[in-house]
């Protein structure tokens, strides 16, 4: 009878301390999950998604408690995966649904209810997208625009913010009690009803090939700041900036071998902590500088051959379109998304216009391409060591993203592909896969060698995909899809947004390229 006593008690306490510690990790859990750490991506730029799914993961971020288990959890939403490019995945990252896994595991045919999210924690993700390293660039953009660029990084925000609403409303339509339907899911299926029926699948190929050039650029740049900041904070060494970049794309071929970015995705919250943590020290060595802050330099007029340029810089900079679709679709309250958009941008508004104004007074006209080469070789060759980390840390990610979008274009289309599967039936690699990402690698490499400038090539691609995705594409596809429902000021925003737009976006590709094209000669010739 004893005996039995003391089971009881002792499972009964047993029992108990579980469910106290299974309390304490959901408490925890949520605790961290509703102050927004969690696994998500910078900027980055990416504008930085191939399809949402994919955004879902490492832009959205995966919510704590989620980490430490292995779900899988295919959503295939939308049309199915019929589209070039618009790849779906699993939870994991192993490959798109219904398929076979990558690992050579089978994959779960149910879907998974995916955890929704606040709009704080979607609030935290766009910051992370439209407030990346590559804000390191503005104040160039105010040493060539004066006064003008500061009113551009408003215009910008006020833009974005626009174009993002719209991007959304044009995921839905009025069902027969007049009741807002959500009927597509991503960027691409937008893209994809506006040139319905002729050509049913040309707006999807016209979104691919902006990301997978947008996330190209994206690697590039990685490349050449990395390069670039490793010159400058240790200029004494034998070792030129082209040296620098190709021991930083000797670290980088692993990506090559990546299968998903579970692993990486884990990083990221330390990147951007520590990028705020950069940020606030450049600030406040500016501000320990006020004294001699040269306000006479703020100039109100442009330099005409390279303010096109900080135009693409400055759009670049608030690149988030293409994962907005995921991010509304995956918040637990839709109707707080304009809300949502309205402070971040603010918040990213001012804190850019403040950075970029801050930094020039204290420069000047030797403000250089990348901001924290001009500070002190005491404190520089810590500071950029650390954005070194994040870029290195940072650069899977689009790189990942390209390559499957590059091969589910190419290669896993059913039978409409042009080449082989890249993984065989047991998930493995073959040699073309390894080709083909190991070609990428090099491709980013060589881009940064013969054209080593930040500047430019982020003007380039800002003017060229930043302005299509951000202006041009939302106005044009709101005005196709809704234009009768539209009032006279909302067609009149959108005409004068996609004419702002391609202006911008011609004159900035023209000047970048023409840089880009004499660099590139004189890297040649060198």
């Not at 919510?63 to 295919?74: A, N």
């Not at 090939?209 to 690697?219: G, N, Y």
């Not at 240790?234 to 021991?247: D, L, V, Y």
């Not at 406040?284 to 500088?289: D, E, F, P, T």
């Amino acid at each position: 009878m004893a005996t039995l006593i003391r089971n009881k008690i002792s499972n009964k306490l047993s029992n108990a301390a579980t469910a106290v510690s299974n309390k304490s990790q959901a408490k925890v859990s949520g605790m961290f999950a509703k102050m927004g750490f969690q696994a998500a991506t910078d900027e980055e730029a990416l504008g930085f998604a191939a399809c949402d799914d994919l955004d879902y993961d490492h832009r959205q971020g995966m919510q704590m408690d989620i980490l430490t288990s292995d779900e899988i959890g295919g959503d295939g939403s939308g049309d199915g995966g019929a589209l070039d490019g618009d790849s779906h995945y699993q939870r994991d990252g192993t490959g798109p649904p219904h398929s076979a896994s990558k690992d050579g595991g089978p994959t779960n045919e149910l879907s998974e209810v995916r955890p929704k999210i606040t709009a704080w924690e979607a609030g935290w993700n766009v910051t992370n997208a439209i407030q990346g390293m590559f804000v390191l660039g503005l104040p160039y953009a105010i040493l060539h625009g004066g006064y003008l660029g500061l009113f551009l990084i408003i215009f910008a925000a006020v833009v974005c913010c626009y174009t993002g609403k719209i991007l959304i409303a044009c995921l839905y339509e009025e069902d027969e009690d007049g009741q807002l339907v959500r009927v597509r899911d991503s960027y691409v299926d937008i893209a994809n009803a506006c040139c319905a029926p002729r050509f049913p699948s040309l707006g999807g190929h016209i979104v691919n090939v902006a990301q997978i050039i947008e996330l190209v650029m994206t690697c590039i740049l990685y490349v050449v700041v990395s390069g670039n900041l490793m010159y400058n904070s240790f200029p004494n060494m034998p070792i030129s900036q082209k040296s620098w970049a190709i021991i930083a794309t000797a670290a980088l071929l692993p990506c090559a071998f990546l299968k998903n970015l579970k692993a990486v995705s884990k990083f990221s919250l330390l990147c951007t902590l520590a990028h705020f943590v950069i940020n606030i020290l450049v600030i406040a060595y500016c501000l320990s500088r006020a004294r001699d802050w040269a306000w006479d330099k703020v100039k109100f007029y442009i330099d005409v051959k390279k303010f096109p340029i900080s135009i693409g810089i400055i759009v670049f900079s608030y690149t988030s379109q293409i994962f907005l679709p995921s991010l509304e679709g995956n918040m637990s309250k839709p109707s707080e998304f304009h809300c949502m958009m309205n402070w971040t941008h603010i918040a990213a508004c001012i804190l850019k216009g403040l950075f970029a104004l801050v930094a020039y007074l204290t420069w000047a006209d030797e403000t250089k391409e990348v901001i924290t080469d001009n500070l002190p070789s005491t404190i520089r060759a810590v500071v950029n060591i650390f954005l070194v980390a994040k870029a290195l840390l940072s650069y899977p990610l689009p790189f990942f993203a390209a390559v499957e979008v590059l091969e589910k274009s190419f290669f896993q289309d059913g039978g409409r592909a042009y080449f082989p599967d890249c993984y065989g039936g047991d998930g493995r690699l073959k040699s073309w896969g390894l080709t083909l990402r190991c070609s990428l690698v090099v491709f980013t490499l060589l881009m940064a060698i013969y054209v080593p400038h930040f500047a430019l090539l982020m003007g380039l691609t800002g003017s060229l995909t930043g302005a299509g995705l951000c202006f041009l594409l939302p106005s044009l596809f709101h005005l196709k899809l809704l234009w009768r429902k539209l009032l006279w000021h909302q067609v009149f925003f959108d005409v004068s947004i996609f004419v702002i737009g391609g202006i911008c976006s011609i004159s900035g590709f023209i000047h970048s390229m023409e840089g880009l094209i004499e660099a590139f000669k004189y890297n040649i010739e060198d």
